[in-house]
């Protein structure tokens, strides 16, 4: 059966970030990459970012669209009122996914009134995500790099995703951290692949590029185009080696 190369996605927040912003775009353009992402819009200027966008012809895949926590009720207008503002920004940019985290869990409140919490929120934000034809892409991050997370596992991830019910939310799967937190990653995304909206890799130990650590890519960038997955593969790692030859490296191990 024929497979479809990965989409991958220049993450321009840890490489060439030694580099002006806007000059990591073209590192990203020259080496034949397809789409960048970054993480807030906070120091960069959004009208040039948009015009070097359309003159390299890059898609930007994702960033980040909120900050503020979904378990806190106190805090709930204030990721509204981000997801609104994203939402316009990425319309500006045709930008597929914005990406959220739950924020820290909130000592002595109940898991499942914290978790309800979350799903309520999320549920007004797809609709303003619907109507900007933008999806929200929630995030787990493993308890060792951010002790205290709400949410860690993607099995709870993925019930969350379900529980909301809008096409609109999904879950960004992280590789990286799901290898710390669970493991299992081939049957995870095997058994989930239609509630996953980005991927993002790194290797472990060290967060740094695939292929120089413990994790088989390998092995999983070939599941990913046998299951025929269409999303992006965001390159979101700290490379232990120049930014560039890392990157090939990367995309050998697709091919």
């Known amino acids: 059966m024929a497979t479809s190369p990965l989409r991958f996605s220049v993450c321009v927040e840890t490489l060439f970030h030694e580099k002006p912003f806007e000059q990591r775009l073209e590192y990203v ?4 990459f397809p789409a960048f992402e970054f993480w807030t819009r906070q120091g960069k200027d959004m009208n040039i970012t948009l015009a070097l966008k359309l003159a390299l012809h890059l898609e930007v895949s994702a960033f980040v669209g909120s900050n503020a926590s979904l378990v806190d009720p106190a805090q709930r207008q204030q990721f509204l009122t981000d997801i609104h503002r994203a ?4 319309v500006d940019l045709s930008c597929a996914n914005l990406i959220v985290t739950s924020g820290p869990a909130m000592p002595g409140v109940p898991r499942e009134q914290q978790q309800a919490q979350m799903i309520a929120t999320l549920q007004v934000a797809a609709e303003t995500a619907s109507d900007a034809g933008v999806a929200l892409a929630l995030k787990p991050l493993n308890q060792r ?4 997370t709400f949410l860690s596992s993607s099995d709870e991830g993925f019930e969350i995703v379900r529980a909301v019910g809008n096409p609109k939310v999904r879950l960004c799967f992280d ?5 710390i937190s669970e493991g299992d990653l081939s049957h995870r995304l095997t058994e989930n692949l239609d509630l996953i909206g980005h991927i993002q890799v790194a290797d472990v130990p060290g967060r740094n590029e695939p ?7 390998e092995h999983i960038f070939g ?4 299951l025929g997955y269409k999303g992006f593969v965001g390159l979101e790692y700290s490379p232990r080696v120049d930014a560039t030859a890392s990157l090939r490296a990367v995309r050998a191990l697709s091919q």
């Open 29 to 32: 353009h020259d080496l034949g």
């Open 87 to 90: 939402a316009a920004l990425a």
């Open 145 to 148: 790099d951010h002790p205290g």
């Open 175 to 179: 590789v990286y951290h799901q290898q």
């Open 211 to 217: 292929g120089s650590g413990e994790i088989n890519f």
């Open 223 to 226: 599941l990913l185009q046998e």
